[in-house]
């Protein structure tokens, strides 16, 4: 006989149950059985044959990544023999394989659910082996109905039945139940007193929804706040964010299609079992009863973040929307939490926001885990790029549920744990020459969140068996929470810390996301802490595992009063309007009187996000940030409207130093005030050029950039076999759609072959992938 250990995404997705069938179809005797995080399998037949026969039946979660066989007697085992096969009784073992994510209610569920001769009509919490929450079910390991969120509720005669029948597609399914015997949604007035449950819960919870109040509604992952369009205003008060962004949760396809424009990936990705939150153009000529949302969703953005129905609930509450005539069919679906704090898993956690009502369930979360944020690639053509979970193309923005977990291969087999930056955290372990990534944790500033972190420490460790670990890596920044916690955890584990320059990380995260020993990279974000201890922002670099050479950037300007210029990007435009023999009047005289004094002493820095917000502020008159990354994010608008870069009147000789900014902000002067007056942000005029002479200011850096990051590459030997240098686009300015564009035509221009992020999110919540594989080169 065969003993084969097999590992990968073997449980919660219905393995033991396809390979029961498989093995039945063909006549094998044999077991198997989890152990541990993997799962063994002993049979009578060859192993070839065998795992042919399996891979016909695995379902569309499934996955097998390693196979181990050993050819040995049943004797050994200390078993009898089986006379058929069979799934025998889990064990205890090493923990070395992959767990499945949540993924959206499958279509034969639906089906179910909205049938009324079925018995799992309008039950919630319906789900079978190919989908479901699975990744926030789990609490432990081996994957068992007794270590999950629905260990509480026992199995009625019916589903028992269900799930001892190897024919049906909830055989062995562990989180299987229904409305005799599960969990049960609930909704609660605003004294949190239960008014209704089941289907009668979502009913009021519709109806209060269409008469404009805003709900609590409990998920697979967390709290979500609802509403309907009509109280986006309110909400905005009530909730405390201006202008930041809210998600939209669309009905259905056809429904999406009214508000945006659907392309062909960004559908497929919308649609995928993931249902992540997809940032999408909004449609100029959409619906006028949907243009004042879109509006109020996301203000003063060309695009707004929807997503589509993926747990039960979801499409419950459309159906009761519907049926008590709740006239749209999107409404406002966003993460619910305190400013600042994580996604809330219980009521007591954001009762302070005293809704108008509360739909909430019994079950437990078992893993906090926040939707995911992608925006789909622009045509990529030759550019180096993986497909990501589920075949999307995109660029992740925010890991979490449908995404999470998702290993990367590294060409390292050292235990790590890395712990990011400040802002936009995610934490990684690795083991076996694998890295793992925890879901989107937050804002490391706040105590909740680095509560938050340290908890996923211990869960990240124990369910990917990675244990103790040699070494920590965090950020090369002094001052951030994460390195201090990374130094505790060192000293009282007794291994090294490692600090990582934070944009060798952005390029060494790009590397594991494409599968790549080293590059050219264009690195582009706000900030991050550079060896000589300046902000750094704006790099072309050369990177592999180990090292980096900087080879150019930005030529440095300043950003008066440091950290503060990041909410007013003001300061930063006259800065360099002053720095360019322009006046640029601020509206306050005191103010302007002091960055006269302090234009010679101010905090200097290479970074193109401060760049684009200066931008922002002296074009759009984006004086004030309200949330991260809001003066360039409402700054792509503008460059998206461009259809010609006036690149020409900013060219410049490429030398050896920086790339040259102040020079390129007088011409930006001179093209939109030829009279030379005296300016005041947001005065540009309002013509048809101002698109494309915006867009050619920041197309002619970006190409200084890439030609400097693929000279390097070149002369590194960073080469495809066609003898194109590697050139990557990585940090969070290249989430920016048209700049992304730009790196494009610039690597076309120049020859390079460009490598764009799929897996790894290109911001900050994928720097501690990068310093993962940089500290476990080392050992």
């Known amino acids: 006989m065969w003993l084969i250990h097999i590992t990968g995404v073997v449980q919660g997705v219905g393995f033991r149950?396809?390979?029961?069938?498989?093995?039945?179809?063909?006549?094998?005797?044999?077991?198997?059985?989890?152990?541990?995080?993997?799962?063994?399998?002993?049979?009578?037949?060859?192993?070839?044959?065998?795992?042919?026969?399996?891979?016909?039946?695995?379902?569309?979660?499934?996955?097998?990544?390693?196979?181990?066989?050993?050819?040995?007697?049943?004797?050994?085992?200390?078993?009898?023999e089986p006379v058929e096969f069979i799934i025998a009784p889990s064990r205890e073992g090493s923990m070395d394989s992959s767990l499945p994510p949540d993924t959206a209610t499958c279509r034969e569920c639906l089906d179910e659910m909205f049938d009324q001769d079925e018995r799992r009509y309008r039950f919630p919490f319906t789900n079978c082996t190919d989908c479901g929450a699975r990744y926030t079910a789990i609490r432990s390991l081996p994957y068992d109905r007794e270590r999950t969120a629905m260990e509480p509720f026992d199995l009625c005669a019916s589903c028992l039945d269900e799930y001892t029948d190897p024919t049906f597609r909830r055989f062995h399914a562990q989180t299987i139940s229904c409305g005799e015997d599960g969990p049960a949604y609930m909704y609660l007035g605003r004294d949190m007193k239960e008014?209704?449950?089941?289907?009668?819960?979502?009913?009021l919870a519709a109806r209060e929804i269409k008469k404009g109040g805003r709900i609590i509604m409990k998920g697979w992952g967390g709290m979500h706040i609802c509403c309907g369009p009509s109280r986006l205003e309110g909400l905005r008060e009530w909730y405390g964010r201006p202008f930041k962004p809210f998600a939209l949760m669309v009905r259905d396809l056809n429904s999406a299609d009214l508000i945006v424009r659907?392309?062909?990936?960004?559908?497929?990705?919308?649609s995928s079992p993931a249902r992540p939150i997809v940032l999408m153009e909004k449609r100029p000529d959409a619906p006028e009863w949907a243009r004042k949302g879109l509006d109020l969703a996301s203000p003063g953005l060309g695009n707004v973040g929807i997503y589509l129905p993926y747990s039960g609930a979801h499409h419950l509450l459309f159906s009761a929307l519907s049926e008590v005539g709740f006239p749209h069919p999107w409404v406002v679906m966003t993460s619910g939490n305190l400013p600042g704090e994580p996604m809330a898993l219980e009521l007591e956690d954001i009762s302070d926001l005293e809704a108008d009502g509360y739909l909430v369930h019994n079950r437990e979360i078992a893993a906090r885990c926040d939707d995911s944020v992608v925006v789909p690639h622009p045509p990529a053509g030759s550019a180096v790029r993986r497909p990501g979970p589920f075949d999307m193309f995109s660029f992740p923005i925010r890991k979490g549920r449908g995404l999470i977990p998702d290993p990367l291969d590294i060409p390292f087999t050292g235990k790590v744990m890395s712990l990011g930056a400040e802002r936009n955290v995610s934490l990684s372990v690795t083991r076996g020459g694998r890295v793992f990534t925890s879901p989107y944790i937050g804002n490391?500033?706040?105590?909740?969140?680095?509560?938050?972190?340290?908890?996923?420490?211990?869960?990240?460790?124990?369910?990917?068996?990675?244990?103790?670990?040699?070494?920590?890596?965090?950020?090369?920044?002094?001052?951030?929470?994460?390195?201090?916690y990374g130094s505790e955890v060192a000293r009282e584990e007794g291994v090294d810390l490692v600090r990582?320059?934070?944009?060798?990380?952005?390029?060494?995260?790009?590397?594991?996301?494409?599968?790549?020993?080293?590059?050219?990279?264009?690195?582009?974000?706000?900030?991050?802490?550079?060896?000589d201890g300046k902000p750094w922002g704006g790099e072309a670099m050369w990177v592999d595992h180990r090292g980096y050479v900087r080879t150019s950037h930005l030529e440095p300007f300043g950003i008066p009063g440091g950290d503060s210029s990041v909410y007013h990007p003001e300061r930063i435009a006259g800065w360099l309007c002053r720095e360019a023999g322009w006046e640029l009047a601020l509206g306050d005289e005191r103010l302007e009187t002091i960055l006269e004094r302090t234009h010679g002493s101010s905090l200097m820095t290479s970074s193109m996000g401060?760049?684009?917000?200066?931008?922002?502020?002296?074009?759009?008159?984006?004086?004030?940030?309200?949330?991260?990354?809001?003066?360039?994010?409402?700054?792509?608008?503008?460059?998206?409207?461009?259809?010609?870069?006036?690149?020409?009147?900013?060219?410049?000789?490429?030398?050896?130093?920086?790339?040259?900014?102040?020079s390129r902000w007088k011409t930006l002067l001179a093209e939109l005030w030829p009279e030379g007056t005296i300016l005041s942000p947001g005065s540009a005029p309002d013509h048809g050029s101002l698109p494309d002479?915006?867009?050619?200011?920041?197309?002619?850096?970006?190409?200084?950039?890439?030609?400097?990051?693929?000279?390097?590459?070149?002369?590194?030997?960073?080469?495809?076999?066609?003898?194109?240098?590697?050139?990557?686009?990585?940090?969070?300015?290249?989430?920016?759609?048209?700049?992304?564009?730009?790196?494009?035509?610039?690597?076309?221009?120049?020859?390079?072959?460009?490598?764009?992020?799929?897996?790894?999110?290109?911001?900050?919540?994928?720097?501690?992938?990068?310093?993962?594989?940089?500290?476990?080169?080392?050992?």
């Open 17 to 80: 149950p396809s390979v029961k069938r498989a093995a039945d179809r063909m006549g094998c005797r044999g077991f198997i059985r989890n152990d541990g995080s993997h799962v063994t399998i002993g049979i009578d037949m060859d192993v070839e044959g065998f795992l042919k026969g399996v891979k016909e039946e695995l379902g569309p979660m499934a996955r097998i990544e390693g196979v181990d066989p050993r050819e040995m007697d049943w004797a050994d085992l200390e078993m009898e």
């Open 693 to 779: 002479i915006a867009m050619g200011f920041v197309e002619s850096v970006a190409f200084d950039l890439v030609v400097k990051a693929a000279d390097i590459a070149s002369a590194r030997g960073s080469t495809d076999d066609e003898g194109r240098p590697y050139v990557g686009i990585t940090g969070g300015v290249s989430y920016n759609v048209p700049i992304v564009k730009s790196f494009l035509r610039s690597c076309e221009r120049v020859g390079a072959r460009p490598v764009l992020h799929s897996r790894v999110p290109p911001g900050d919540g994928g720097i501690s992938v990068g310093q993962a594989v940089v500290v476990a080169s080392q050992l």
């Open 262 to 270: 659907s392309s062909g990936e960004g559908r497929r990705t919308l």
């Open 610 to 662: 401060r760049l684009l917000d200066g931008l922002s502020a002296l074009l759009l008159g984006v004086t004030w940030r309200t949330y991260d990354g809001e003066p360039a994010i409402r700054l792509e608008k503008l460059l998206g409207r461009s259809r010609d870069p006036a690149t020409e009147p900013f060219d410049r000789p490429i030398s050896g130093g920086g790339i040259e900014i102040t």
């Open 500 to 531: 990582v320059q934070h944009h060798h990380a952005h390029g060494a995260s790009l590397l594991v996301d494409a599968d790549l020993p080293s590059m050219g990279c264009v690195v582009v974000d706000g900030v991050g802490h550079g060896d």
């Open 195 to 203: 008014c209704a449950s089941g289907w009668d819960a979502f009913l």
């Open 444 to 484: 490391t500033r706040h105590p909740s969140v680095m509560n938050y972190l340290r908890e996923s420490n211990g869960r990240m460790r124990y369910l990917f068996g990675v244990g103790d670990i040699e070494a920590v890596g965090v950020d090369l920044h002094p001052r951030y929470n994460t390195g201090r």
